[in-house]
T-cell receptor, first 112, second 114 residues
Framework: SQKIEQNSEALNIQEGKTATLTCNYT??????LQWYRQDPGRGPVFLLL?????KEKRKERLKVTFDTTLKQSLFHITASQPADSATYLC???????????FGTGTKLQVIP | EAGVVQSPRYKIIEKKQPVAFWCNPI?????LYWYRQNLGQGPELLIR????????DSQLPKDRFSAERLKGVDSTLKIQPAELGDSAVYLC????????????FGPGTRLTVT
């Protein structure tokens, strides 16, 4: 069965450092991979989308990589700030279809 | 531009009672999703609409859940009767469609079944 794995444990990082979050998947051939941010009591907010034929995508302090051979995406936040503290969800979109399957999310805590 | 609107924000009901959630998507968005999110988990798709057509309801527990999207705009998700295990946050999201896969989520409705 399809499986998406994100670090279940919270990630604590010092302010100013680069945070790296991992999303691994099995039994899936996604056309796209997305990253969302979710704050407590709120719905997820779309951050970045990367296509299967793209290796890397950047947006301001965010960088996403996508390795379809390893079946893995890495999400980086450079120069992290306490305001970056949130839960980050990866989501896979299947081929030719808009169904989105979410991972369980990784909670990031940036310590001042 | 207004975001996705959901109501109510919170609902507490006793088991076996009915409950309904309402969603108004972003204007012009053809695709509408309903998700359920349990604590510490990612959102789980319940149903997806393209305009007024339900194109994916494979995860919707049809014995007690129903949904509609009249005129391809607002949508309602209903549970009847509610069970204790239905306690969760119910999220609505919309997408422009037309190969745009970004989803815009509402704040969700937190349902507690006692």
């Amino acid at each position: 069965s399809q499986k998406i794995e994100q670090n279940s444990e919270a990630l604590n990082i010092q302010e100013g450092k680069t945070a790296t979050l991992t999303c691994n998947y099995t039994n899936y051939s996604p056309a796209y991979l997305q990253w969302y941010r979710q704050d407590p009591g709120r719905g997820p907010v779309f951050l970045l989308l990367i296509r299967e034929n793209e290796k890397e995508k950047r947006k301001e302090r965010l960088k996403v990589t996508f390795d379809t051979t390893l079946k893995q995406s890495l999400f980086h936040i450079t120069a992290s700030q306490p305001a970056d503290s949130a839960t980050y969800l990866c989501a896979l979109v299947g081929m030719g279809y808009q169904k989105v399957t979410f991972g369980t999310g990784t909670k990031l805590q940036v310590i001042p | 531009e207004a975001g996705v609107v959901q109501s109510p924000r919170y609902k507490i009901i006793e088991k076996k009672q009915p409950v309904a959630f309402w969603c108004n998507p972003i204007s012009g968005h053809n695709t509408l999703y309903w998700y359920r999110q349990n604590l510490g988990q990612g959102p789980e798709l319940l149903i997806r609409y393209e305009n007024e057509e339900a194109v994916d309801d494979s995860q919707l527990p049809k014995d007690r859940f129903s949904a509609e999207r009249l005129k391809g705009v607002d949508s309602t998700l209903k549970i009847q009767p509610a069970e204790l295990g239905d306690s969760a946050v119910y999220l609505c999201a919309s997408s422009p469609g037309d190969r745009s896969y970004e989803q815009y989520f509402g704040p969700g409705t937190r349902l507690t079944v006692t």
